[in-house]
């Protein structure tokens, strides 16, 4: 069935170029960008945040045919540390605009412009989806401000009763959801992350060993992501510790600071594998998929994820995958593409495993592309697509 042409309006507090915000930016533009080739006209409300430390100058620009809308923020420290977006001339933006579009697509959830837009949404009777990515698993409700997002739950709820959809990326978040608002239960739809492959082909290795002074005899342990305690480097370190005597490895470490870069450093000392590690800092592009290329393995050891594109990513690249219960990726061990792991000891069994028996390596590489053609953009656009037919 061809997919009907809608006018949709994306909001989220982050878009690109800002991809230090992590997966939920890629997720967002891709779809975003799929949904453009087929004849949708596609708007991003958002804010001017780009990093840490600057703004994104351009207000309105059109990325890849999506119109991009960004509203200034207050104060882009309290943004980046406090997740606290407080987009100036959103609000009256979004009333005057709201008739413009079929449906509203609201991208995270503990957030003023997830609040703001579905209340507008509500009030003018117009569809509108909510897409927590991941923010409603029991590890992130309970993390830091616990207090203060119990109470958006709370308050939240009448407006998630309402929406037209809630969607999950798996079945595991979709249990978190329906247990919050079980009332919502029939509403929660289940539509994964899509993966542009295109995006993959004709990708080069570089050669890590020179760029980052690493021995030649050394594997090279990849992990692509937020500098972050949520996604548990410390346990990749204990981990890695356990083998320092029984195998050469560099663990790379490809992402942002978020506060955690000092204590990792000093973890890896008392560790004795300092040496071992090297902080590559953020990448995006060619860059970054032309570096994870290169890597011998994948190692996510993270407390919660939604669905993590950055596995998809070193799946698209033929990267065997050791990943954590947490990371909410069992298709890793479905697809016999690497293993999910539940402790220390175990990761650091599976890596030795993987990075000492060539045969095995070359066999969860293969099948890690089949892994990733499982989430092809396209196939998962027609999941969204279907969503979007059922509420319009």
Same mark, same amino acid.
């Given at each position: 069935?061809?997919?009907p042409? @809608?006018?949709? #309006? ?33 708007t ?10 600057s703004?994104? @100058? ?13 509203? &200034? ?6 943004a ?13 933006w ?27 949404c509500?009030?003018?009777?117009k569809p509108y ?12 409700? @309970? ?25 999950? *990326? /798996? ?13 919502a ?20 290795? /570089? ?11 050394? &594997?090279?342990?990849?992990?692509i ?5 949520k996604?548990?480097l ?29 204590? #990792? ?31 011998? #393995? ?8 939604? #669905? !993590? ?7 698209? *690249? ?7 219960c947490?990371? /909410?990726? !069992? ?12 402790s ?11 990075? @000492? ?16 053609d499982?989430?092809?953009?396209q ?14």
């Amino acid at each position: 069935m061809p997919f009907p042409k @809608k006018k949709i #309006l994306y909001v989220i507090p982050y878009f690109v170029p800002a991809w230090s915000y992590g997966g939920p930016v890629k997720v967002a533009f891709d779809f975003a960008k799929e949904l453009t080739k087929l004849g949708n006209r596609v708007t991003v409300a958002t804010t001017d945040v780009l990093d840490a430390r600057s703004r994104n @100058k351009k207000l309105f620009e059109t990325v890849d045919g999506i119109k991009v809308c960004r509203f &200034k923020n207050l104060n882009n420290i309290f943004a980046r540390n406090l997740n606290f977006y407080t987009p100036v001339g959103f609000r009256k933006w979004l009333k005057t605009n709201i008739q413009n579009y079929d449906i509203v697509h609201i991208h995270e959830f503990f957030t003023y412009q997830s609040f703001i837009t579905s209340k507008i949404c509500h009030k003018a009777k117009k569809p509108y989806i909510i897409q927590p990515h991941g923010s409603l698993s029991q590890f992130c409700r @309970k993390s830091r401000f616990y207090f203060i997002k119990n109470c958006l739950v709370k308050k939240f709820t009448p407006l998630v009763v309402s929406s037209s959809a809630i969607i999950a *990326l /798996n079945e595991e978040e979709k249990k978190d959801i329906a247990q919050i608002y079980p009332q919502a239960k029939a509403k929660i739809k289940i539509a994964p992350n899509g993966l542009d492959l295109t995006e993959f082909k004709n990708i080069k290795k /570089n050669d890590l060993h020179r760029t980052y002074n690493i021995p030649k005899s050394n &594997k090279i342990i990849a992990f692509i992501g937020r500098l972050h305690f949520k996604k548990g480097l410390d346990i990749s370190l204990k981990a890695l510790a356990r083998i320092k005597d029984e195998l050469d490895f560099t663990f790379l470490i490809i992402g942002p600071d978020e506060g955690e870069k000092e204590n #990792l450093e000093n973890l890896a000392e008392n560790l004795g594998i300092k040496n071992r590690i090297v902080f590559a800092g953020l990448m995006s592009g060619n860059k970054k998929l032309e570096t994870l290329k290169s890597a011998d #393995l994948s190692l996510l050891n993270s407390r919660s994820e939604g #669905l !993590p594109t950055t596995l998809l990513e070193s799946a698209a *690249l033929a990267l065997p995958i050791i990943c954590s219960c947490g990371s /909410n990726f !069992p298709e890793v061990e479905q697809f016999e593409a690497g293993f999910v792991v539940d402790s220390t000891q175990q990761t650091a069994q599976k890596i030795k495993l993987v990075l @000492k028996d060539d045969r095995l390596r070359e066999k969860l590489s293969q099948n890690a592309l089949k892994l990733a053609d499982s989430f092809n953009l396209q196939k998962c656009t027609q999941t969204l697509n279907k969503i979007y037919e059922s509420i319009s």
